[in-house]
T-cell receptor
Framework: DTGVSQDPRHKITKRGQNVTFRCDPISEHNRLYWYRQTLGQGPEFLTYFQNEAQLEKSRLLSDRFSAERPKGSFSTLEIQRTEQGDSAMYLC??????????FGPGTRLTVL | AQSVTQLGSHVSVSEGALVLLRCNYSSSVPPYLFWYVQYPNQGLQLLLKYTTGATLVKGINGFEAEFKKSETSFHLTKPSAHMSDAAEYFCAVRGSGGYQKVTFGTGTKLQVIP
């Protein structure tokens, strides 16, 4: 059990560029979650996968955001046409039972 | 709909004193409740959770919390603070019945004074 990993850990991009983040969950965890955390706030739920199916999406996930989990293992979160307001920490978590979520270290995105 | 309110964005206690971090929730269905801790430059770690059954739940590092439905509260306590408890603590709620969206509070930073 190596824990949840996220890549990259830091990303600096210019406004208007596309970015993609990767999350590798704990092996055999069939549930995967994405959150966004801004300074001084708690994590905000973005989306949830069970295996490869995306079952819940927050209204925070605008049409510029897309998430996939093609084979039910790793997941990617893509942000198109980034805006300064997208600057945040993007967190991934995985779970086996749906109650205990194990969080990764996060990807910090800075949009200039 | 669900929400969490954490009273006090910063709490300071002396080493050895009681730790009390307050959390009130709102949920349209029976809630599952969680406390997470985040140490500087580290990921969130689950401290304890309430799903069903006993309303007093014990977690790691000597922390415990009590689910009080009548008060819609889930306060976190520890009898004696240790320097290593200094961190940010988040209360979270999700609805039972298969819902997976977890709503977090804004967090409480705990400072432990030697």
């Amino acid at each position: 059990d190596t824990g949840v990993s996220q890549d990259p850990r830091h990303k600096i991009t210019k406004r208007g560029q596309n970015v993609t983040f990767r999350c590798d969950p704990i092996s055999e965890h069939n549930r995967l979650y994405w959150y966004r955390q801004t300074l001084g706030q708690g994590p905000e739920f973005l989306t949830y996968f069970q295996n490869e199916a995306q079952l819940e999406k927050s209204r925070l996930l605008s049409d510029r955001f897309s998430a996939e989990r093609p084979k039910g293992s790793f997941s990617t979160l893509e942000i198109q046409r980034t805006e300064q307001g997208d600057s945040a920490m993007y967190l991934c978590a995985s779970s086996l039972d749906g109650d205990t979520q194990y969080f990764g270290p996060g990807t910090r995105l800075t949009v200039l | 709909a669900q929400s969490v309110t954490q009273l006090g964005s910063h709490v300071s206690v002396s080493e050895g004193a009681l730790v009390l971090l307050r959390c009130n929730y709102s949920s349209s269905v029976p809630p599952y409740l969680f406390w997470y801790v985040q140490y500087p430059n580290q990921g969130l770690q689950l401290l304890l959770k309430y799903t069903t059954g006993a309303t007093l739940v014990k977690g790691i590092n000597g922390f415990e919390a009590e689910f009080k439905k009548s008060e819609t509260s889930f306060h976190l306590t520890k009898p004696s603070a240790h320097m290593s408890d200094a961190a940010e603590y988040f209360c979270a709620v999700r609805g039972s019945g298969g819902y997976q969206k977890v709503t977090f509070g804004t967090g409480t930073k705990l400072q432990v004074i030697p």
